[in-house]
């Protein structure tokens, strides 16, 4: 089963607004990783987040984690066309390699 | 670095052919991911392999389906038999591997038509 769901689904915003996407995951975590996928490519590694960090900036990304939770949150300030892509969260676990990938959300900027 | 490569890009087989999609991983590293996507859909973990061994296996289908990653060469995924069903992206990613993050570097993908 996935380990992750992202919500929304699908996000349309206009150019230079702020775009929050969420992911919520099931069991415990070593770390968590956003991905982005433009359409009809593969994933391009964004950012990764330890089970031990809070928050953590990468240019116009912000991600948050909230453990006790079992959720996180990437945020992409100042949003531009290129940044139109699928984004997904994916978590491995203490002892497993593998990572399990959210059902992804779909991010349109509008130009 | 020429990254992860992935061939064919593209592949059309008719029902009950075999398909064979092969992987490169990225320079220095040696643990090998398959992954499926459906349109529209997330990522569905299929094999993890490192040189020579599968290590876990979890999200490969029983039957008609396998992977291999050899001493020499790319590692391969195996289709036989393919069905309707088996219509997919499928993306390979490696890794470094050993203690600490696990960050993935993805192929391009290679998209599966049964017609």
């Known amino acids: 089963s996935q380990q992750g769901e992202e919500d929304p689904q699908a996000l349309s915003i206009q150019e230079g607004e702020n775009a929050t996407m969420n992911c919520s995951y099931k069991?415990?975590?070593?770390?968590l990783q956003w991905y982005r996928q433009n359409s009809g490519r593969g994933l391009v590694h964004l950012i990764l987040?330890?089970?031990?960090?809070r928050e953590k900036h990468s240019g116009r990304l912000r991600v948050t984690l909230d453990t006790s939770k079992k959720s996180s949150s990437l945020l992409i300030t100042a949003s531009r066309a290129a940044d139109t892509a699928s984004y997904f969260c994916?978590?491995?676990?203490?002892?497993?390699?593998?990572?399990?990938f959210g059902t992804g959300t779909r991010l349109t900027i509008i130009p | 670095n020429a990254g992860v490569m992935q061939n064919p890009r593209h592949l059309v087989r008719r029902r009950g052919q075999e398909a064979r999609l092969r992987c490169s991983p990225m320079?220095?590293?040696?643990?090998v991911y398959w992954y499926r996507q459906l349109p529209e859909e997330g990522l569905k973990f299929m094999v993890y392999?490192?040189?020579?061994?599968?290590?876990?296996e979890s999200g490969m289908p029983k039957e008609r389906f396998s992977a291999e990653f050899p001493k020499e060469g790319p590692s391969i995924l195996r289709i036989q038999q393919v069905v309707r069903g088996d219509s997919a992206a499928y993306f390979c990613?490696?890794?470094?591997?050993?203690?600490?993050?696990?960050?993935?570097?993805f192929g391009a993908g290679s998209r599966l038509t049964v017609l």
């Open positions: 990613a490696s890794s470094r591997g050993g203690a600490g993050a696990n960050v993935l570097t």
């Open positions: 069991t415990s975590i070593n770390n």
């Open positions: 392999l490192q040189k020579e061994n599968i290590i876990d």
């Open positions: 320079k220095g590293h040696s643990h």
């Open positions: 994916a978590t491995d676990n203490f002892g497993n390699e593998k990572l399990t």
């Open positions: 987040i330890r089970s031990n960090e």
